[in-house]
Antibody, heavy 121, light 107 residues
Framework: EVQLVESGGGLVRPGGSLRLSCVAS????????MHWVRQAPGKGPEYVSA????????FYASSVTGRFTISRDNSKNTLYLQMGSLRLEDMAVYYC??????????????WGQGTLVTVSS | DIQMTQSPSSVSASVGDRVTITCRAS??????LAWFQQKPGKAPKLLIY???TLQSGVPSRFSGSGSGTDFTLTISSLQPEDFATYYC?????????FGGGTKVEIK
């Protein structure tokens, strides 16, 4: 069974930093691209960042470029999101999501339970 | 960025009703579209990808159609467990973008 378990969320002051982790199990982690997706309270999901299976390529939403860094350790089946210079608008539940490649496209087929990041002074 | 517009934003329906949700992309995305169901406090769940392909384990009362800019999610006979919020999402280009959501409520 595919499982994704996030951790690392919490309360942080504006300008602060936080590192999220996502531990994967039930599949060959290194074979899958992974994304971080966030959801602010009462809002729809929002793409944050992506990384290829071997970690060679990373992508970011414009709203987090230069502040967030995605990485992975395939030996530990773990995905990371290092978040810095946090802003009030970064407050959200952060999900890691696995990418399914089908029919020429890529889709989020499994999600973790999410970890809440609260930014407040 | 590709903007995804869903309608309606909410719908009230009864068990057994047929429910249709539409999603429009601001530019053509071929069939690179997914539909998700989300219940309160839970992560989104993939229902349909490639506009019309049912994800494994999803009941056949869910169906998707469309291509280009206009897409539809249909629930043929609404069940109690289907009351939730539904999102469309384009998988054509980065950044991936989601619609604003459609809340399906009990009438």
């Amino acid at each position: 069974e595919v499982q994704l378990v996030e951790s690392g969320g919490g309360l942080v002051r504006p300008g602060g930093s936080l590192r999220l982790s996502c531990v994967a199990s039930g599949f060959t982690f290194s074979s899958y691209a992974m994304h971080w997706v966030r959801q602010a309270p009462g809002k729809g999901p929002e793409y944050v960042s992506a990384i290829t299976g071997n970690g060679d390529y990373t992508f970011y939403a414009s709203s987090v470029t230069g502040r967030f860094t995605i990485s992975r350790d395939n030996s530990k089946n773990t995905l990371y999101l290092q978040m810095g210079s946090l802003r009030l608008e970064d407050m959200a539940v952060y999900y890691c999501a696995r990418i399914l490649y089908e029919s020429g496209g890529s889709y989020y087929d499994h999600w973790g339970q999410g970890t809440l990041v609260t930014v407040s002074s | 960025d590709i903007q995804m517009t869903q309608s309606p934003s909410s719908v009230s329906a009864s068990v057994g009703d047929r429910v249709t949700i539409t999603c429009r992309a601001s530019q053509g995305i071929s069939s690179w579209l997914a539909w998700f169901q989300q219940k309160p406090g839970k992560a989104p769940k993939l229902l349909i990808y490639a506009a019309s392909t049912l994800q494994s384990g999803v009941p056949s009362r869910f169906s998707g159609s469309g291509s280009g800019t206009d897409f539809t999610l249909t629930i043929s006979s609404l069940q109690p467990e289907d009351f939730a919020t539904y999102y469309c999402q384009q998988a054509n280009s980065f950044p991936r973008t989601f619609g604003g959501g459609t809340k399906v409520e009990i009438k």
